[in-house]
């Protein structure tokens, strides 16, 4: 998805393409691990019934017995707030139900999640985990195994195992060393595995030391490959740019959903979900969150705004020199960042203290101003990134990387120590105009987003991410689940801008709309109607002039 989660916990992943045969004799470990015992109900709504053995011997001496025991993270952690976990692992009673029992130095604990999230229609900026794939499901430890917390400190490193009953379904642990019956070190390494139920096709990417496994139970290895394509060449790229790539195995899963797409972290890993295949362009919708979630190999820090915000800026500059944009492309691409950033400048919060969105886009905002007055300088953020980087794929601290400018020119660190501490917003217009590009805001008389949308598209819902339709009416060229690429020859990104092009055609004439339709390239023509003045409104273009040097400037490392 869009808004990638800051990794919090790194786990060193592997996985096996083909599952292993379920080994016997686990279970008798039981005595003196934790273990949990999963069964997979594939009732109407789908749900996750756990026993959770827990014998006395396994805690620590004089550890209380008392129910609280036990934390689930999936509750209290602040996650997605309101929205993250909670959507689907409710505590209520209707979803959850918990017993406990205890004899003969065992406790036992019996509770049931639920996994309807997938049934809540097309969702947005959300870690769309746990799912159910189009032969099985993808669940993630994190969404049922519990934390033992013990005398108010997490003990996540208890040995733990896991056995899984998938009935007949084929089961892949992706973490650790890939058995069935899962049986990792820890419950912390546990609770942040996956478990891939189900046959799926997988790809292997190395580059360096870095491995990435891309795997997908929706989309056949052969339609993975342009992912793996992708994968390949941003490690090369950040490599080339930040620094040797850091040893690590990460896992990228690439599932279907019938509209829209999201996707995310969970511990080290990435999950992606998306109504359309995967493609190898570093600026797509999924490809730039493929770039972001990799570069975070290299770029993690201690204040949101340089973790999220410079690696959201490093998104873009990876993405427009892997897919070695144009100057077009790249004012593009920039004028993308410039309409986000307004979207989120309302707060007068210096950047310092933002988290959430502000940070990810003013932060690239605050990257990409520092950049332009760096290269003026002979240097430029990525080169002192490199030097603030530990190099082993720990990142760096918010004092490192000002040291790391300090070093080429203290008049630049403390341009950058104005950016994030003022409470105004950063005028990104007058870092535009001093690198270089010239802007012009043309008004022109346009469609409302409703007279657009319903009276010219003739479509109800779209997709805010991308140029995808959900829902169209009866008279509509389209049909659910297109994704328009091009109107009359302008590249489109999002259904509102298509507003420009199609104003300037005449009523009563046809324009030609290039969709992707199930997998395939279409071109539709799209009657331009005749509508009343209501219809009208008048809108601002904002455009960059060509600039190529200024463009050229942002793609050189
Ligand atoms: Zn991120």
Not at 49 to 59: F, S
Not at 207 to 227: E, K, N, R
């Amino acid at each position: 998805m869009r808004l990638p989660l800051a990794v919090t916990l790194l786990l060193v992943a592997g996985c096996a393409s083909t599952p292993a045969p379920r080994s016997a004799g686990l279970q008798s470990d039981c005595a003196r691990r934790i273990c949990f015992h999963a069964q997979l109900l594939e009732t109407e709504v789908p749900r996750l019934r756990v026993r959770l053995t827990i014998p006395d011997a396994a805690l620590p001496a004089g550890t209380s017995t008392h129910a609280d025991t036990l934390q689930y993270p999936f509750w209290a952690e602040a996650f997605r707030g309101a929205s993250g976990y909670v959507d689907f692992v409710h505590q209520d009673a209707k979803d959850f139900t918990e017993s406990s029992t205890r004899s003969e130095g065992m406790r036992t604990l019996n509770y049931e999640v639920t996994l309807d999230h997938a049934s809540k229609g097309p969702r947005h900026g959300l870690d769309e985990v746990p799912h159910r794939t189009a032969n099985g499901w993808l669940l993630v430890g994190r969404a049922f195994i519990p934390i033992i917390k013990i005398s108010g400190a997490l003990q996540p490193s208890l040995a733990a195992e896991l056995h899984l009953d998938t009935g007949k379904l084929p089961l892949t642990t992706l973490a650790g060393e890939p058995v069935s019956g899962a049986r990792i070190g820890s419950i912390a390494d546990l609770a942040h595995a996956l478990y891939y139920v189900g046959p799926h096709a997988s790809l292997r990417v190395e580059h360096g030391a870095t491995t990435v496994h891309v795997l997908s139970a929706s989309f056949t290895q052969q339609q993975l490959q342009p992912l793996a394509t992708l994968v390949k060449n941003t490690l090369a790229q950040a490599e080339q740019v930040l620094g040797p790539a850091p040893k690590r195995s990460r896992l990228l899963i690439y599932d279907s959903q019938p509209l829209g797409f999201a996707g995310g972290v969970i511990g080290d890993d990435i999950t992606l979900m998306s109504s359309t295949p995967p493609d190898a362009s570093g600026l797509s919708a999924m490809g730039a969150v493929v770039v972001h979630e990799l570069s975070h190999l290299w770029l993690k820090a201690d204040a949101p705004w340089l973790s999220e915000g410079f690696n959201t800026y490093l998104e873009m500059v990876l993405g427009l020199q892997l897919d070695a944009a144009s100057p077009k492309r790249t004012a593009r691409a920039l004028l993308r960042l410039h309409s986000k950033f307004q979207a989120h400048a309302q707060s007068a919060e210096p950047l310092a203290k933002s988290q959430g969105l502000r940070a990810y886009s003013a932060g690239a905002v605050a990257a990409f101003c520092l950049d332009t007055r760096l290269r003026r300088h002979g240097s430029s953020v990525l080169q002192t990134l490199r030097s603030a980087l530990h190099g082993d794929g720990e990142g760096t601290t918010v004092q490192r990387y000002f040291d790391s400018v300090q070093a080429v020119s203290p008049k630049h660190a403390q341009y950058l120590r104005q950016l994030i501490n003022q409470e105004q917003p950063i005028d990104m217009q007058a870092c535009l105009r001093e690198a270089g590009f010239q802007l012009t805001s043309e008004p022109y008389d346009g469609y409302t987003l409703r007279a657009l949308v319903v009276d010219v598209l003739k479509i109800t819902g779209f997709s805010p991410q991308r140029a995808e339709i959900f829902r169209t009416k009866p008279d509509s060229i389209f049909e659910i689940g297109d994704v328009i690429v091009s109107v009359d020859g302008a590249a489109i990104d999002l259904i509102p801008q298509i507003d420009l092009v199609v104003a300037k055609a005449k009523p009563g004439s046809r324009v030609p709309v290039v969709v992707q339709r199930k997998g395939v390239t279409t071109t539709l023509q799209l009657p331009i109607p005749t509508l009343g003045p209501k219809a009208r409104q008048s809108h601002q273009d904002l455009q960059l002039q060509y600039a190529p040097d200024a463009a050229a400037a942002l793609l050189s490392p």
